[in-house]
């Protein structure tokens, strides 16, 4: 099945540093997700994003639907180490058979030793 | 509260035998997924249901099998055919055309 190209496969964040990650797609989505997962657990819905050229923001995160419809960024501002964990991004199209989402592989967000 | 739920957290198989994990959700929720997680990759989507006693396949249903007799429930069979169930299963549910997934705490599935 089709994956979003996700990137950085991972990256060590240090306290106070802004960090961006950001999804692409050969294929049109009608939605944009960003999850998050803590270790041993299940994703979290952290931002949703509608339309296209939309910028939303959830605290200290911030994420964009790209014009083209084919990509979105996330962006985290001044990190803390509980931000560690996995990011995933997410698309779906209306009416998707299923209600399927297609996801990324995943940004891997570490602590810099 | 509602929610998805999970169980058990941790399951251990020996190699030839069949395991189920159970997912029950108090949501009502339409659609059921189930995914598979292994170390350092994404989600992939072994079987989802989207009404009651109908399923489809997803990407990588050989060797899984399901059952959706209530809508609360998407039970997911772990059988010997499959080769490497070593994994960690993740269910989620959604509402019919809502956007996004609730994702369940996971279960994860040790072969010794």
């Known amino acids: 099945g089709q994956q979003l190209n996700q990137s950085p496969q991972s990256m060590f964040i240090q306290e106070g540093e802004d960090v961006s990650m950001n999804c692409t797609s050969s294929s049109i989505f009608n939605t944009w997700l960003w999850y998050k997962q803590d270790p041993g657990e299940g994703p979290v819905l952290l931002i949703a994003?509608?339309?296209?050229?939309e910028l939303t923001s959830n605290g200290r995160l911030t994420a964009q639907f790209g014009i083209t419809r084919k990509d979105s960024f996330l962006n985290i501002s001044a990190s803390i180490p509980s931000d560690v964990g996995i990011y995933f991004c997410?698309?779906?199209?209306?009416?998707?058979?299923?209600?399927?989402?297609?996801f990324g592989g995943g940004t891997r967000v570490l602590v810099k030793p | 509260d509602g929610g998805i739920t999970q169980s058990p957290k941790y399951l251990f198989r020996k190699e030839g035998q069949n395991v189920t994990l159970s997912c029950e959700q108090n949501?009502?929720?339409?659609?059921m997924y189930w995914y598979r997680q292994d170390p350092g990759q994404g989600l992939r989507l072994i079987y989802y249901?989207?009404?009651?006693?109908?399923?489809q396949k997803g990407d990588i249903a050989e060797g899984y099998s399901v059952s959706r007799e209530k809508k609360e429930s998407f039970p997911l069979t772990v059988t010997s055919a499959q080769k490497n169930p070593t994994a960690f299963y993740l269910c989620?549910?959604?509402?019919?055309?809502?956007?996004?997934?609730?994702f369940g705490s996971g279960t994860r599935l040790t072969v010794v």
């Open positions: 989620a549910s959604s509402r019919t055309g809502a956007l996004g997934y609730t």
């Open positions: 249901s989207q009404i009651v006693n109908d399923f």
């Open positions: 997410a698309g779906q199209l209306y009416k998707a058979a299923g209600n399927k989402l297609t």
């Open positions: 949501l009502n929720h339409d659609a």
């Open positions: 994003l509608y339309k296209a050229g």
